[in-house]
């Protein structure tokens, strides 16, 4: 396997800023994925990564490392709709290797 | 709305009974792939079409089947379903695969649950 290694829970406050790290395997990777999973429904875009560097857009940002097989998404200014899982997906060939998530509480 | 759709959303099932789920795009997209994601897990590829060359995971077990009839359809069929094999099932469809970089776009998934 890539061996995907994110954090399985994180708890944040409302107005606050999270970051979720992601390390994968170096080998044959492309770009990187984050997906946002509210509970018992599909998975829906948030970033692609495949030049070392921060790439923001709104609240969310995501960076990557590829050197260090590493990457991390930011999100500033959570609200409590932000309250989900964040599936990190790195892309080996044409295919996509999902983590496990990291659920996210946002709390008031 | 250009969008991928997935029916039913839950599916009731006894153990050993074939069933079918089936999904639509109207993205037009070439590649459609099926996910299997059981709970608090990662969505786990079983199988993807390309146009309609079909690629399976070497790690998919033989219970699973899929067809693609036409672009815009996929059907995961699962021959003899066994209590392992509740979960949500994702479709998810893209463009041109290959040259990376392409998003993925998921339907709202079937819950499959056996019983």
């Known amino acids: 396997g890539q061996n995907i290694d994110q954090p399985t829970e994180m708890t944040a406050t409302e107005g606050a800023i999270v970051q979720i790290n992601c390390t994968y395997q170096?080998?044959?990777?492309?770009?990187l994925f984050w997906y946002q999973q509210h509970a018992g429904e599909a998975p829906t875009f948030l970033s692609y990564n495949v030049l070392d560097g921060l790439e923001e857009k709104g609240r969310f940002s995501s960076f990557l490392s590829r050197s260090k097989g590493y990457s991390y998404l930011l999100l500033k200014e959570l609200q409590m709709k932000d309250s989900a899982s964040y599936l990190c997906a790195p892309e080996y060939g044409n295919k996509l290797v999902f983590g496990a998530g990291t659920i996210l509480r946002v709390k008031s | 709305d250009a969008m991928v759709i997935q029916n039913p959303r839950y599916q009731v099932t006894q153990f050993g009974k074939p069933v079918t789920l089936s999904c639509s795009q109207t993205l037009n997209h070439n590649v459609m792939y099926w996910y299997q994601q059981k709970s608090s897990q990662a969505p786990k590829l079983l199988f993807h079409y390309y146009d309609k060359d079909f690629n399976n995971e070497a790690d998919t077990p033989d219970n699973f089947q899929s067809r693609r009839p036409n672009t815009s359809f996929c059907f995961l069929d699962i021959r003899s379903p066994g209590l392992g094999d509740a979960a949500m099932y994702l479709c998810?469809?893209?463009?041109?695969?290959?040259?990376?970089?392409?998003?993925?776009?998921f339907g709202p998934g079937t819950r499959l649950l056996v019983l």
């Open positions: 998810a469809t893209s463009t041109l695969a290959g040259e990376g970089g392409e998003t993925q776009y």
């Open positions: 170096t080998s044959g990777f492309n770009g």
